[in-house]
């Protein structure tokens, strides 16, 4: 039987290196059956900052100041709902890969909540229109709906375009397979820092996907670089993680 989908966007404080480092202030997330697309059910909430200020860049994209978010519970505040809404259920957004899974996944961790991003289809729709054209939400939207999109850069007009573009994509470019779908399978850690790859006699291995070292096996390089991520610091929790058991494995 087929999962919902929860379609969802989120405005931030701003972006970061390190998802971990920013902090969720609104977030739009409907649910809406896999088949017809009808709504299922719907959340939002506008959330404080908390003591991560937020970007220029951002407000000015958004329109959000601190004095908007005054009396605003935290994001952990709400964490255990938002988390149940989307237990058992498949994801959609637009850009979301790059974007909003990571930070909702580093979200939910601080709450105390660990999401299996890695066992959920992800219907990013950028990544499924970059199969037919390119182009920002709007330019998408445009050419889907013959509409322009108003209000861009509100969460809930966002993923409301977000849904209404996935359902003329899936009705004038057809059904796509899983195969199609953007998700984590490939990667160690959330942000992708450490990917895994399958080789041509079948076996798997885990290489680095950024710096000097990118596309390297982890048995292959230096093992002072490993040292170095996981005590430099900047680093999220998982990719620390990941680089100390690495070093230890091959250090023995």
């Known amino acids: 039987m087929s999962k919902n989908i ?25 649910k809406v059956n896999p088949d017809t697309l009808d709504i299922v059910d719907k959340i939002y909430y506008k959330c404080s900052n908390g003591d991560v200020k937020i970007d220029p860049d951002a407000t000015e994209r958004h329109g959000m100041t601190e004095a908007d978010l ?5 994001f952990q505040e709400v964490a255990g709902e938002v988390y149940e809404f989307f237990e058992g259920c498949d994801v ?5 890969t790059v974007f909003d899974i990571p930070i909702l996944y580093y979200s939910f961790v601080r709450a105390g909540y660990t999401w299996d991003y890695k066992n959920v289809k992800n219907f990013d729709i950028y990544t499924l229109f970059r199969k037919f054209y390119s182009g920002k939400l709007g330019d998408v939207y445009k050419r889907y709906t013959g509409k322009d999109l108003e209000d861009a850069h ?5 993923v409301m375009a977000t849904i209404e573009v996935y359902k003329q994509m899936r009705e004038k470019e057809g059904d796509f397979d899983d195969e199609d779908l953007d998700t984590f399978s490939d990667r160690l850690d959330m942000v992708g820092n450490f990917r895994v790859r399958t080789l041509e ?24 670089y490993l040292k170095w991520m996981f005590e430099k610091g900047g680093f999220t929790a998982d990719t620390t993680y990941y680089a100390k058991k690495i ?3 091959r250090n023995k």
Do not use: H
């Open 6 to 30: 929860v379609f969802y966007d989120l405005e931030t404080t701003g972006k970061s290196q390190n998802p971990n480092d920013v902090r969720i202030i609104e977030i739009s997330a409907i």
């Open 70 to 74: 005054v009396g605003c519970p935290t």
């Open 92 to 96: 959609g957004g637009y850009y979301c």
């Open 154 to 158: 509100s969460a809930d007009a966002d």
């Open 201 to 224: 006699d079948g076996k798997r291995e885990i290489y680095i996907a950024f710096g000097k070292w990118k596309g390297t096996s982890v048995d292959k390089v230096d093992i002072s």
């Open 247 to 249: 070093y230890d494995m």
